[in-house]
């Protein structure tokens, strides 16, 4: 099974057009509330966009992924752009991070719910946890179809209510659905 999540992965990347991707969007709008220094993660970390966004602001970064191909990308970006960025090729499933070890963790696109607690005790007290993926109730194609992978309505909220949420946005299908941010839910929540 492992290896066919890592196959899968890899091809995945290897297809992706030469244009390094932006970071996530809850992260590009929001870099002015990340701390000057500590460590971040950047989870299931793709090809590293936001690994770079989080390096360029200062920070001592690692980024996780299952793909090798997707972290060489990263890595040759990295290359690229003079940045230091500890990869690591890990199934975050089998080896989630340990507690209290980040002050910062990005996730975007990615969820397993089995995984929240053990992402939630990773931050440091006051660490900070920005976390954007794909919702239920979203009005286009893109993304996951499998629910198993969409958000409910406000359970990335839920996920952290527990902490003092910074910023919080979740659209759907209220109003014109033709404009805003309309398939994912974000969240920036600092743990206390």
């Known amino acids: 099974m492992n ?3 890592k196959e899968k992965w890899d091809k995945n990347y290897d297809s992706c057009a030469s244009d390094y991707p932006s970071p996530a969007e809850v992260l590009h709008q929001n870099q002015h509330l990340l701390p000057t220094q500590g460590s971040a993660l950047d989870l299931a970390c793709g090809r590293g966009a936001n690994a770079i966004c989080l390096s360029e602001n200062g920070l001592s970064v690692s980024a996780w992924d299952i793909s090798a191909s ?5 890595s040759n970006e990295a290359l690229k752009k003079g940045l230091e960025i500890k990869l690591e090729s890990r199934n975050i499933s089998e080896n989630p991070p340990k507690k209290y070890s980040f002050d910062v963790i990005i996730v975007s696109n990615f969820l397993e719910r089995e995984l929240i ?3 939630r005790n990773a931050i440091k007290p006051n660490g900070l946890i920005f976390y954007q993926t794909f919702i239920v109730d979203k009005t286009s194609t893109v993304g996951p179809t499998n629910p198993d992978y969409l958000l409910a309505k406000n359970e990335l909220l839920n996920f952290f209510n527990d902490w003092n949420v910074l910023y919080y946005r979740e659209e759907g299908t209220v109003g014109k659905i033709e404009k805003g941010f309309r ?3 974000m969240i920036i929540a600092q743990n206390l």
């Open 70 to 74: 997707a972290l060489e990308h990263l």
């Open 117 to 119: 607690d053990d992402i």
């Open 183 to 185: 398939n994912q839910a």
């Open 3 to 5: 290896n066919k999540i």
